[in-house]
């Protein structure tokens, strides 16, 4: 199970962090990520974290700005996002990759998928 909290309104060019609580299996075994889908577009995928955390991937539109980190010890995956824009605006959802390496861009490497936190980005 995945349960992602910290969502909600923030201002252009604030912060948020985005947790994600997992249950039901080896956390540290598998490889994280997270995607988001805005209204009315397909599910972007955002960052993704290999199993020891030293290994990170972000997209183009966040690179620079959203860090990912995970704390193994506590079952638990982060996303800070800084320097927030209007556009970064959607429903975000953490995932569960299929084993310790995926190819983080490609979606079907994921198989477990959040239920979503809300974050909006406006004035």
């Known amino acids: 199970q995945l349960v992602e909290s910290g969502g909600g309104l923030a201002q252009p060019g604030g912060s948020l962090r985005l947790s994600c609580a997992a249950s039901?299996?080896?956390?540290?075994?598998?490889?994280m990520g997270w995607a988001r889908q805005a209204p009315g577009k397909g599910l972007e995928w955002v960052s993704s974290?290999?199993?020891?955390?030293?290994?990170?991937y972000y997209s183009d539109s966040v690179k620079g700005r959203f860090t990912i980190s995970r704390d193994n010890s506590k079952n638990t995956l982060y996303l800070q996002m800084n320097s927030l824009k209007p556009e970064d605006t959607a429903r975000y959802y953490c995932?569960?990759?299929?084993?310790?390496?995926?190819?983080?861009?490609?979606?079907?490497?994921?198989?477990?998928w959040g239920q979503g936190a809300q974050v909006t980005v406006s004035t």
């Open positions: 995932a569960k990759a299929t084993g310790c390496c995926p190819i983080p861009e490609r979606l079907s490497d994921y198989d477990h």
């Open positions: 974290i290999y199993t020891d955390g030293r290994d990170t």
């Open positions: 039901g299996f080896t956390f540290s075994m598998y490889a």
